[in-house]
């Protein structure tokens, strides 16, 4: 028996900081788990992270983007979340195929059909047990980015968003999430209100796979609701002495 989570969320939802508390969670209970995001996660996804969200590739056509985002996810599907899933491992994920369909397919308006086929080739069709959704509007999430940006940037500690020190990265990654402003953040607010809207009909179309958390709760009180909402999935999982090697 193995578990396969991914976040979902728009900008600023805080959904990297909730995927972090749950493996600190479940690692601290003795489960296997493994903690991954997208793009990244694996020593390739994380060149095309740079190549993707670099502020200056403004040239980059949407047809390269989306490949790129599907190439990342390729590679961390083959190299990471199989074979934990394989030895009966949780694997815990920011950000996944939704992602292409909300921000490439409701956000940039590319055609469903042709996402879900490339989907389908990246992933070798592997769909997660259940998805996390970090409710807030476009809005909010990109004021309180902007916000947290700042204050970052004034040397200021952060307010509401603010992470406990300590708290692991996910595999791979060694650069600072939440100073980043990339080409995607950058996009006009409408494009970012249609992603949002876009969750909300994915959501629709799969009411069963996804959770929907209201993302302006306070941090711990949100961690709390996710590990509740999870616990029917999670007692299934072996606790094992030897949890499974991080790939
Ligand atoms: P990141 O800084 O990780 O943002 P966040 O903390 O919101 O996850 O940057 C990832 C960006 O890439 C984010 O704007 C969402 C976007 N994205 C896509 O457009 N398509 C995708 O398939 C994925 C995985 C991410």
Redesign the pocket.
């Known amino acids: 028996m193995s578990l396969f989570v991914t976040f979902e969320?728009?900008?600023?939802?805080g959904?990297?900081t909730q995927a972090r508390l749950l493996y600190s969670y479940l690692h601290a209970r003795g489960y296997p788990v493994v903690l991954v995001?997208?793009?990244?996660g694996t020593r390739i996804g994380d060149l095309i992270?740079r190549i993707?969200?670099d502020l200056q590739h403004t040239e980059m056509a949407d047809t390269t983007?989306?490949l790129l985002?599907?190439a990342?996810?390729a590679q961390l599907v083959n190299q990471v979340i199989r074979p934990y899933l394989d030895q009966g491992g949780i694997v815990l994920c920011?950000?996944?195929?939704d992602?292409?369909y909300?921000?490439?397919g409701y956000?940039l308006g590319r055609d469903m059909n042709e996402l879900r086929t490339i989907t389908a080739i990246a992933t070798g069709g592997l769909l997660p047990d259940i998805t996390i959704y970090l409710d807030l509007t476009a809005d909010e999430g990109l004021e309180r980015k902007r916000r947290k940006r700042q204050e970052q940037e004034q040397g200021r500690p952060s307010g509401a968003l603010s992470l406990p020190s300590d708290l692991p990265r996910p595999h791979t990654d060694t650069r600072p999430?939440s100073l980043?402003w990339?080409r995607?953040?950058a996009r006009e607010v409408a494009y970012h209100r249609r992603v949002a809207e876009g969750y909300g009909k994915l959501i629709a179309q799969e009411p069963e796979r996804w959770r929907s958390f209201d993302a302006r709760l306070p941090i711990e009180a949100l961690a709390g609701r996710i590990a509740h909402a999870l616990e029917p999935w999670i007692e299934h999982i072996q606790m094992i002495a030897s949890a499974p090697e991080q790939p």
């Open positions: 969320g728009p900008e600023g939802s959904k990297s995001r997208e793009p990244g992270r993707v969200l983007e989306m985002f599907s990342a996810r920011d950000r996944y195929a992602s292409t909300a921000y490439q956000g999430v980043e990339n995607l953040d």
